[in-house]
């Protein structure tokens, strides 16, 4: 079985269109795949014709909140699409986007660094505004040189970007997608770079709230940070989902289809859905 229940499209900042992404995933010989744009559904809506190739399209989307703190991502599994959950759950989401936007960019200003704000929404073109959208402005305008270095002097954690408190809570983003029959994953757990300890009060906090599965492997990551997380998936008798966060072609560390088997030992969450 080929796997891959994490990847992003133009809808949200990567950059292949919905279909070319599918039609991508067809020829890799893909199994099982999610689209999962960040707080949209929109690719779905995008999607031209049925996918001739075997396949099969799971609905899903990640969602952006915080606990204690940190923001995390929430990857919603098997989502019904057109339930009331989920449109006013992105329709909620969109305006902390729109909120948080304006906040960055006053607070950019403050920096002096003027003018993101119109500048960013030509950039964004229709779409909900993110981060990378700041970011390809800091480039464009030659304050940074890249992303990474965007990333690092303002928009990653505790640089101005880092704007959290208008996400919708953590347990409220969980029930949405409860309520629209899917599955809560929480995202790629190593990302956020906490204490085990840490992570492992987030996980019983997750699950309390219903969250019911955690990424075990998320793109590429070393043997250790896999070994880690299947332990802690079955300690917290959590079932393990996988992906490669898919963005853009040219990022080794996350390619689309490029993810690591499962070790034995861990439910899967479409063993779940069989
Ligand atoms: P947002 O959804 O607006 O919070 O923006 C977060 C997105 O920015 C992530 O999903 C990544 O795609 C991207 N991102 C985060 N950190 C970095 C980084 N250090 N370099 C490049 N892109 C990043
Ligand atoms: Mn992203
Ligand atoms: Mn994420
Ligand atoms: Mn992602």
Redesign the pocket.
């Known amino acids: 079985m080929k796997v891959d229940l994490h990847t992003?499209t133009s809808a949200?900042?990567?950059a292949l269109s919905p279909q070319q992404l599918v039609q991508q995933a067809g020829a890799l010989g893909i199994d099982l795949l999610s689209i999962t744009d960040?707080?949209t559904t929109e690719a779905y809506n995008r999607l031209e014709t049925a996918n001739s190739s075997s396949t099969i399209l799971i609905p899903g989307i990640?969602f952006?909140t915080e606990w204690k703190k940190v923001?995390i991502?929430i990857v919603g599994l098997k989502i019904q699409l057109g339930s009331d959950a989920i449109r006013s759950g992105v329709s909620r989401q969109h305006q902390a986007?729109q909120t948080?936007a304006r906040l960055i960019a006053e607070k950019l200003a403050k920096l002096g660094i003027e003018n993101s704000w119109d500048a960013v929404n030509i950039i964004a073109a229709g779409s909900v505004?993110?981060?990378?959208?700041?970011?390809q402005f800091l480039i464009e305008s030659g304050v940074v040189r890249d992303?990474?270095q965007?990333?690092?002097k303002y928009?990653?954690a505790g640089k101005a970007?880092d704007v959290k408190q208008f996400w919708t809570p953590f347990a409220q983003i969980i029930q949405w997608i409860r309520d629209a029959g899917g599955i809560a994953v929480l995202a790629h757990p190593h990302k956020y770079k906490m204490t085990r300890t840490k992570l492992s009060a987030l996980l019983d906090d997750f699950s309390g709230a219903g969250g019911e599965a955690m990424e075990v492997i998320s793109g590429q990551q070393t043997m250790d940070v896999t070994r880690n997380l299947v332990t802690l998936c079955q300690h917290k008798k959590l079932l393990a989902s996988c992906g490669s966060?898919f963005?853009r072609p040219g990022q080794p560390w996350s390619q689309l289809g490029k993810v690591a088997s499962l070790p034995p030992g861990c439910k899967t969450v479409w063993e779940s859905w069989a």
């Not at 505004?129 to 970011?135: D, K, S, V």
């Open positions: 992003h949200s900042d990567g960040h707080d990640e952006s923001g991502h986007r948080r505004i993110g981060r990378p959208h700041f970011a992303m990474n965007a990333f690092d928009l990653g970007g966060d963005h």
